[in-house]
């Protein structure tokens, strides 16, 4: 069963605006990754934070974890056009390397 | 990055026949491969996991005798969908994992379509 559940699970937003999603979970984790998905196409990893780590950056991506609330966010800033995708949340309970993705957000970003 | 690639990207076949869909890792040996299923707007559902030289460890829920996997060697495994019906059609992706707790890579996916 999918484990993990993200909101929104579409986003609209204009060019240049911030945009952030969030991905819950329900069982103790080893790490949480977030991948983005173009249409039609194969996922691209964006970033991984693993379970004792509360934050990260990546460029324009920044990354929250909190284990205690078991929820994790994916803030994009200054959002361009070519950000609109799918970004999925996926978990990874160290369990041969198996990851369990959340439903995805799809995100729009308008010209 | 590691580049993993799969073949055919897009197939359409008849009901009752097999296809066959092969996953490999261009520039890294995989160790452990993945074998994914999505629908629609939908997420991505494990499908079961290959590890090379060894049976595919598959989900619950998953026909081992409908989803044959292969994983023959470091660079490639193959997913067979036997007797595929038309529910069968879906975009299926894998992924490779180099070592234990890294990073996954994914292929671009095929798309597959049982008329």
């Known amino acids: 069963s999918q484990q993990g559940e993200e909101d929104p699970q579409a986003l609209s937003i204009q060019e240049g605006e911030n945009a952030t999603m969030n991905c819950s979970y329900k069982t103790s984790i080893n790490n949480l990754q977030w991948y983005r998905q173009n249409s039609g196409r194969g996922l691209v990893h964006l970033i991984l934070?693993?379970?004792?780590?509360r934050e990260k950056h990546s460029g324009r991506l920044r990354v929250t974890l909190d284990t205690s609330k078991k929820s994790s966010s994916l803030l994009i800033t200054a959002s361009r056009a070519a950000d609109t995708a799918s970004y999925f949340c996926a978990t990874d309970k160290n369990q041969g390397g198996k990851l369990i993705f959340g439903q995805g957000t799809e995100l729009s970003v308008k010209p | 990055g590691a580049v993993v690639s799969q073949h055919p990207s897009r197939v359409i076949c008849k009901s009752g026949t097999s296809v066959k869909i092969e996953c490999r890792s261009l520039d890294f040996q995989a160790t452990t491969m993945f074998w994914y299923r999505q629908f629609p707007k939908k997420s991505l559902m494990l499908m079961a996991t290959s590890n090379e030289g060894s049976k595919a460890t598959y989900e619950q829920g998953v026909e081992k005798d409908k989803f044959l996997i292969n994983h023959a060697s470091l660079t490639l495994s193959t997913l067979t969908v036997t007797s595929a019906h038309p529910e069968d059609s879906s975009f299926y992706i894998c992924?490779?994992?180099?070592?234990?707790?890294?990073?996954?890579?994914f292929g671009p996916g095929t798309r597959l379509t049982v008329l």
């Open positions: 992924s490779a994992r180099v070592r234990a707790q890294g990073e996954q890579f």
């Open positions: 934070i693993r379970s004792n780590e």
